[in-house]
Antibody, heavy 114, light 107 residues
């Protein structure tokens, strides 16, 4: 059975950093692209970042470029989102998602507020 | 920009088609269209990926296709539990974009 379990997040002040983690199991992690997706309060889904199976290729939404970094550790079947220089508009529930319909994490709330 | 109907209503037992369009032109399999379902207070779930590959838990009353240059999600035999917001997503050279979502009411 596929599982994606998220950790990290919480309340941070503008300009600060936070790291999200997504630990996976139940599938061959190293074969798949992985994604981070977010949902601001009361809003729709927004794709944030993706990473290739070997980590050599990454893509970001324009608002995240230069501030967020997606990475992965295939030995740990885990991937991460390092978020720096956080802004109030980054406040959202962040979800990790595996492609090919493999599954979603439970979501973690990141609140950027002073 | 990825476009979806803001809202649709279907009668119980009825059929409805949700569409997903792209301002960049016709959608092809190279856009790897996905369909997701989200119910209030819950994480999204994947219904279909890569046009019409069905998730193992997706009920058979749902189907997905490319139709007239758009991606389409068809629900045949709607049930009350199908009330949800449905999102499509497309990939543009590795960059993902979601549509705004369609709120589906079964009434």
């Amino acid at each position: 059975e596929v599982h994606l379990v998220q950790s990290g997040g919480g309340l941070v002040q503008p300009g600060e950093s936070v790291r999200l983690s997504c630990e996976t199991s139940g599938f061959t992690f190293s074969h798949y692209w992985m994604n981070w997706i977010r949902q601001a309060p009361g809003k729709g889904l927004e794709w944030v970042a993706s990473i290739s199976p070997d980590g050599s290729e990454t893509h970001y939404v324009d608002s995240a470029k230069g501030r967020f970094t997606i990475s992965r550790d295939n030995a740990r079947s885990s991937f991460y989102l390092q978020m720096n220089s956080l802004r109030r508009e980054d406040t959202a529930i962040y979800y990790c998602m595996a492609v090919a319909g493999l599954g979603w994490g439970q979501g973690t709330l990141v609140t950027v507020s002073s | 920009v990825v476009t979806q109907e803001p809202s649709l209503t279907v009668s119980p037992g009825g059929t409805v088609t949700l569409t997903c369009g792209s301002s960049a032109g016709a959608i092809t399999s190279g856009h790897y269209p996905y369909w997701f379902q989200q119910k209030p207070g819950q994480a999204p779930t994947t219904l279909f990926y890569d046009v019409n590959y069905r998730h193992s838990l997706t009920p058979a009353r749902f189907s997905a296709s490319l139709l007239g240059g758009q991606a389409a999600l068809t629900l045949s035999g709607a049930r009350p539990e199908d009330e949800a917001t449905y999102y499509c997503s497309l990939a543009y050279s590795g960059v993902g974009v979601f549509g705004g979502g369609t709120i589906l009411t079964v009434l």
